[in-house]
């Protein structure tokens, strides 16, 4: 049963990943440095690289990134689509290795926040993540439509390799 759950959310939480990546990638440049466009795609890839910290008392973005997030304040500068896409990579092998290194021993362990407000399952906290980054994908597939009349095509499932 565990090697389904792992195939099943990997296939759909990567069609998130490539579901975000596609609107990033097809953003026109004119309308990246709108803060409606670039600030959405950084907060879900901070959310997405946090989220699948299992110790998340420990999270740290990599640089160039901040906890900005945390501070409920603006990164200090737009990110590039280059940027963004780096932290997009990091994130998807995240995921996979997190998902792929899920075992009947630690399935069963709680993901936290310091909070304590955020008490979830493993699996529950990939189903979290995976809903959020599909929230901003859909939403930045709004904008773009609205804007260039023009969205990436829905992901079925991830890529394999």
């Known amino acids: 049963m565990l090697t389904i759950f792992k195939e099943s ?43 699948l ?14 906890l900005s997030e945390f501070e409920d304040t603006m990164p200090n500068r737009v990110y590039s689509k280059a940027e963004m896409l780096i932290y997009l990579d990091a994130g998807r092998i995240k995921c996979y290795r997190t998902i792929a290194n899920l075992t009947e021993e630690n399935i069963g362990n709680r993901w936290i926040n310091e909070s304590g407000t955020m008490n979830y399952s493993i699996p529950e ?16 597939n709004l904008i773009l ?17």
Not at 128 to 137: E, F, G, L, P, T
Not at 145 to 161: F, G, L, Y
């Open 145 to 161: 439509r609205q804007k260039t009349r023009h969205a990436p095509e829905w992901v079925e499932r991830a890529a394999t390799s």
């Open 125 to 140: 906290i990939l189903l979290y993540n995976m809903r959020h980054v599909q929230h901003h994908a859909a939403q930045l």
């Open 9 to 51: 959310i990997r296939n759909q939480f990567g069609a998130s990943i490539d579901m975000l990546e596609n609107a990033i990638v097809q953003c026109p440049s004119a309308y990246w440095e709108s803060e409606q466009y670039w600030y959405k795609v950084y907060h879900c890839l901070f959310f997405l690289d946090y989220y």
């Open 53 to 66: 910290t299992m110790q998340p008392e420990y999270f740290s973005p990599p640089p160039p990134y901040t």
